[in-house]
T-cell receptor, first 111, second 110 residues
Framework: DAGVTQSPTHLIKTRGQQVTLRCSPK?????VSWYQQALGQGPQFIFQ???????QRGNFPDRFSGHQFPNYSSELNVNALLLGDSALYLC??????????FGEGSRLTVL | GIQVEQSPPDLILQEGANSTLRCNFS?????LQWFHQNPWGQLINLFY???GTKQNGRLSATTVATERYSLLYISSSQTTDSGVYFC????????????FGSGTKLNVKP
């Protein structure tokens, strides 16, 4: 049973660029959530996708957008990157109202 | 939004010692989870425990939802227990959104 998989694991971008992160949920899960974890802090909720629509959103600017595909996989896009966007980006899948399962994360460095 | 406070922020133990980590939250919750974050950043599920008590080997957890707190017990700690422990809650009035505490950083020394 494959768990949550994320790609890429590490990436480096420069300010102003755009990035796309990808996530495949755990087998059988239909809901994907994205979290941002800055160094030394707990993860912060970005948004959640269910049935290919954004169902909930945290306190993040519109530069952060996402998508969910019919196979339940998801992408997180960040435009106009800022230095402060450097963080570990975590994807979680679940079957509501249930337990979250996380991937290994994508570590983004913005120079 | 809901406030999630974890204590202590840092904890140093000798191998074999026991410890209790605490998670307080400011509003009623639907769900609560405990995670262990390994050095590579992955969040490992420990317990899904909206209420009651669960045990898994040397670890156990208790959530008293009416008093808005949860406890994670680690007995006979091992060096592999080192890392950061997070509590995450889903508020009753804010579905589908989990809020994390700042974590407890545990260092178990041989």
């Amino acid at each position: 049973d494959a768990g949550v998989t994320q790609s890429p694991t590490h990436l480096i971008k420069t300010r102003g660029q755009q990035v796309t992160l990808r996530c495949s949920p755990k087998s059988g899960h239909d809901t994907v959530s994205w979290y941002q974890q800055a160094l030394g802090q707990g993860p912060q909720f970005i948004f959640q996708y269910y049935e290919e629509e954004e169902r909930q959103r945290g306190n993040f600017p519109d530069r952060f957008s996402g998508h969910q595909f019919p196979n339940y996989s998801s992408e997180l896009n960040v435009n106009a990157l800022l230095l402060g966007d450097s963080a570990l980006y975590l994807c979680a899948s679940s079957l509501p109202p249930g337990e979250l399962f996380f991937g290994e994360g994508s570590r983004l460095t913005v120079l | 939004g809901i406030q999630v406070e974890q204590s202590p922020p840092d904890l140093i133990l000798q191998e074999g010692a026991n410890s209790t980590l605490r998670c307080n939250f400011s509003d009623s919750v639907n769900n609560l989870q405990w995670f262990h974050q390994n050095p590579w950043g992955q969040l490992i599920n420990l317990f899904y425990i909206p209420s009651g008590t669960k045990q898994n080997g040397r670890l156990s957890a208790t959530t008293v939802a009416t008093e808005r707190y949860s406890l994670l017990y680690i007995s006979s700690s091992q060096t592999t227990d080192s890392g950061v422990y997070f509590c995450a809650v889903e508020p009753s009035v804010d579905f589908n959104k989990f809020y994390f505490g700042s974590g407890t950083k545990l260092n178990v020394k041989p």
